[in-house]
């Protein structure tokens, strides 16, 4: 099995680190002299989970990300390229294959994250491939690779 680095903007990349940064201050504020849970005998809330999740996620992200390098211009869809895809109906759709958090950039850019289904099925294609992938409703769709090429920041 691959394994897929994540990739990042150098924007996205400082804007994660500062978030991380934020949460884990934000732990440090609320976190009791004693190091004992405070909110209840069944451990942290439920607003602490969620920071500890999102800090476990920011950390998985930010452990050994390629920062704003170019893939190879070679027609595969991988992280790091901006892809065009076309539906079963007929729809074409140009996006940034990116583990980047938000789902546009600031310049409007669409962002398809490769963890997600059409992300992983997109992974390796190449310009010409048709690839199948489960929606959220259990059903499936196709769509085919049209273009694969980096990403021009």
Known sequence: ??????????????????????????????????????????????????????????????????VGDQPPDDGVAEPGMAVTVRYDDGETETFLLSHDENRIRPDGTM???????LGRALHGAHQGDAVRYQLPDGGWAECTLLRAVPFEH
């Not at 962002?111 to 289904?117: A, G, L, Q, R, V």
């Open 1 to 66: 099995m691959s394994v897929t680095r994540v990739w990042l903007t150098e924007r996205s990349h400082q804007e994660l680190r500062a978030e991380l940064q934020s949460l884990l201050q934000q732990r440090e504020a609320v976190a009791p002299a004693d190091g004992r849970e405070h909110d209840s005998p069944d451990g942290p809330g439920a607003e602490e989970r969620d920071r500890e999740q999102r800090i476990r996620r920011l950390q998985e992200l930010l452990r050994d990300p390629v």
């Open 111 to 117: 962002i398809c994250s490769p963890d997600s289904p």
